[in-house]
């Protein structure tokens, strides 16, 4: 098999692993529901991730302040490292462990809702936003590999993607992520 046949697919093993999963498909439908009851209060999301997953992150951010399927109002989400000038100065004033907590401290409110994508786990500036998330009441929502890491404490809800594979677990990322931006969308706006 060639390498970009085995690639294509392992993703769909992965992904028809995760349909037949019923408890993690009600999880992102329970996560759905979570960040809808949010927006309808005025609250926000709020996106960090690392590399590829800080892209991810920045991604779902626009389709949700910008717009996924619908015309429709712009909605509060925003990813923590957008503002270069924020991210350059926590990082040299303080240490780049600290830049997404430090957001957190700034722009979290209780009810917001923090969407943490890491692979691993254990990304030490996504396992400090978590903390200061849950110190000011926000609602956490992890998106991880099979193991959690250090999110499997710090996480409201955990959506584990069954694999150790990074390309895989970031592909399956962006799967739900659209599916939740979907469902937000679908729920605030599809009668408009």
Not at 77 to 96: G, K, L, W
Not at 129 to 142: G, P, Q, Y
Not at 166 to 185: A, Y
Request: with cysteine.
């Amino acid at each position: 098999m060639s390498k970009t046949l085995d690639s294509i697919t392992q993703l769909a093993k992965l992904a028809e692993q995760i349909a037949n999963n019923t408890e993690f498909t009600a999880l992102i439908d329970k996560v759905s529901g979570v960040i809808i009851e949010a927006y309808r209060k005025g609250n926000k999301t709020i996106f960090c991730g690392n590399g590829g997953s800080s892209a991810e992150a920045q991604h779902l951010a626009a389709e949700l302040s910008g717009k996924f399927k619908l015309d429709r109002k712009a909605i509060p989400a925003e990813a923590c490292h957008v503002n270069s000038s924020f991210v350059t100065a926590v990082s040299n004033d303080y240490d780049f462990t600290k830049v997404y907590s430090r957001h957190i401290d700034a722009f979290g409110n209780p009810g917001d809702v923090l969407i943490g994508l890491s692979t691993s786990g254990t990304s030490e500036n996504i396992v400090n936003a978590f903390s200061a998330a849950k110190e000011k009441r926000l609602i956490t929502v992890a998106l991880t590999g099979q193991t959690g890491g250090l999110l499997n404490n710090l996480s409201d809800f955990i959506l584990k993607v069954p694999s150790l594979e990074v390309p895989r677990i970031q592909e399956i990322h962006l799967l739900i992520g659209h599916i939740v931006c979907e469902k937000v969308e679908q729920s605030l706006f599809g009668d408009e």
